[in-house]
């Protein structure tokens, strides 16, 4: 088993350099206090989730069954798949991803959610009420999230500049979709975009010189 001397910890797993700080580790016998086997929870979180894609798959089945020999009419069993889908999606991507970063992670999970509410629109007949106040109440939460993060990390709100840029984008959807005839109450898309460009254009001014600094960095503008 190993130890960092630089954080004074006992390592458990056979890891090469220390989770905490990088450096290398040193190789002894007879340590106590171990440093938690890291390896071992994810291994059991993706025996959890392995155990309820098989289950949730099996129960799938048989809803399918159901829906096709005795509940003709609505194929409801896609809903039910689809939030299975959803919450396997949750468990690989959110909960066992260590990679992508938080904001990506809440993003990915409220426009997957989006989708899944829209398609329960479109199974149980569709009414439009999926995209005439869900999308747009969605990219408005969304919205507010990244100024509520934006004023928890007061020392780092630039670095949402570029969020903030990407929802400008995404809430030109619901305006296409008024120009295409498929969303017809306009006035929560419409401030849903409206909202979008005040916060890019708020950080911007108020931001000033921090702000356009972040802009050129990412666009790699001198």
Not at 22 to 48: H, Q, S, T
Not at 149 to 165: A, G, K, T
Request: proline share 2%; aromatic share 16%.
């Amino acid at each position: 088993m190993g130890r960092c001397r630089q954080c004074n910890v006992n390592i458990l797993d056979d890891a090469q350099i220390c989770p905490l700080c990088k450096c290398v580790i040193e190789w002894e016998d007879g340590m106590e206090n171990f440093y938690p086997d890291i390896r071992f929870r994810a291994r059991k979180l993706n025996l959890a989730v392995r155990i309820f894609l098989f289950f949730a798959i099996l129960l799938e089945v048989f809803l399918v069954y159901l829906n096709w020999n005795y509940m003709q009419g609505i194929w409801w069993s896609v809903i039910s798949g689809a939030g299975f889908a959803y919450l396997y999606f949750i468990a690989r991507f959110a909960v066992l991803n260590d990679n992508a970063g938080y904001r990506l992670k809440f993003l990915a999970l409220t426009f997957f959610g989006i989708l899944y509410v829209i398609l329960i629109d479109c199974v149980i007949g569709y009414h439009g009420w999926s995209v005439n106040f869900v999308l747009p109440g969605g990219l408005l939460f969304v919205d507010a999230a990244i100024l509520a993060v934006m004023f928890l990390n007061r020392r780092n709100w630039q670095s949402y500049i570029m969020l903030e840029l990407f929802m400008i984008l995404l809430s030109l959807l619901p305006i296409i979709l008024i120009l295409t005839g498929i969303v017809t109450e306009t006035f929560i898309s419409a401030l849903a975009f409206v909202v979008s460009v005040l916060l890019f254009l708020g950080t911007l001014i108020i931001g000033d010189r921090r702000a356009k600094s972040e802009l050129k960095r990412r666009f790699h503008v001198r």
